[in-house]
């Protein structure tokens, strides 16, 4: 079945430091991809999105690509901000397996130290 | 537009009472959503519905109930709490686009002692 894998957290990063977090998935189509991020009490919005194979997903001055040939997202931000720090939860969604549910990863929370 | 609420923002039961959380939308979004999130385990979901009047069960449906009576509403119930039940409710609605990104409310924290 369809899941997504992102690396474990918390990653602690200074202020102005250059982030990566690390997604891959596994689906049977061509799922769209998300990042999702959470701050503190509140709930889940949405960061970026890529809907098919090369597409680059932008917001905030985060970034990810959508690589078909390594089933990865991985999320980065060339200079971090204290308000940055949240948790970061990638996701995919699939037409074939009911697009409308979205499979989630287990989230990375992030510190950024200033 | 206020997006997705959800009532109560905080409750505390006692095992084997039963409660009503509410989530309402205001963007006609067809798909509507029930998760909770647990330290460790992402989101699980509970139950979701497609439409108006129908639901289905998610990957932890067990000890829940739900009702989509009216479009903008989605009712998450629970009969007969346990204290497994504490966690953070969050509900979530989507459009009917390709691409199926969520909206999500604030959540409800939820402590049965």
């Known amino acids: 079945g369809n899941s997504v894998t992102q690396m474990e957290g918390p990653v602690t990063l200074s202020e102005e430091a250059f982030l990566t977090i690390n997604c891959t998935y596994t689906?049977?189509?061509?799922?769209?991809l998300f990042w999702y991020v959470q701050y503190p009490g509140e709930g889940l919005q949405l960061l970026l999105k890529?809907?098919?194979?090369?597409d680059k997903g932008s917001n905030k001055g985060f970034e990810a690509t959508y690589r078909k040939e390594t089933t990865s997202f991985h999320l980065e931000k060339g200079s971090v901000q204290v308000s940055d720090s949240a948790v970061y939860f990638c996701?995919?969604?699939?037409?074939?397996?009911?697009?409308?549910?979205?499979?989630f990863g287990a989230g990375t929370r992030l510190f950024v130290k200033a | 537009n206020a997006g997705v609420t959800q009532t109560p923002k905080f409750r505390v039961l006692k095992t084997g009472q039963s409660m009503t959380l509410l989530c309402a939308q205001d963007?006609?979004?067809?798909?509507m959503y029930w998760y909770r999130q647990d330290p460790g385990m992402g989101l699980r979901l509970i139950h979701y519905s497609v439409g108006e009047g129908t639901t289905a069960k998610g990957e932890v449906p067990d000890g829940y109930n739900v009702s989509r009576l009216k479009k903008q509403n989605f009712l998450l119930g629970l009969e007969s709490a346990a204290p497994s039940q504490t966690s953070v409710y969050f509900c979530?609605?989507?459009?009917?686009?390709?691409?199926?990104?969520?909206?999500f409310g604030p959540g409800t924290r939820l402590t049965v002692t």
């Open positions: 979530a609605s989507s459009a009917l686009t390709a691409s199926y990104e969520q909206y």
């Open positions: 890529a809907t098919k194979a090369d």
């Open positions: 963007m006609n979004h067809e798909y």
């Open positions: 689906a049977t189509g061509y799922p769209s």
């Open positions: 996701a995919l969604s699939e037409d074939k397996t009911g697009g409308f549910k979205t499979i």
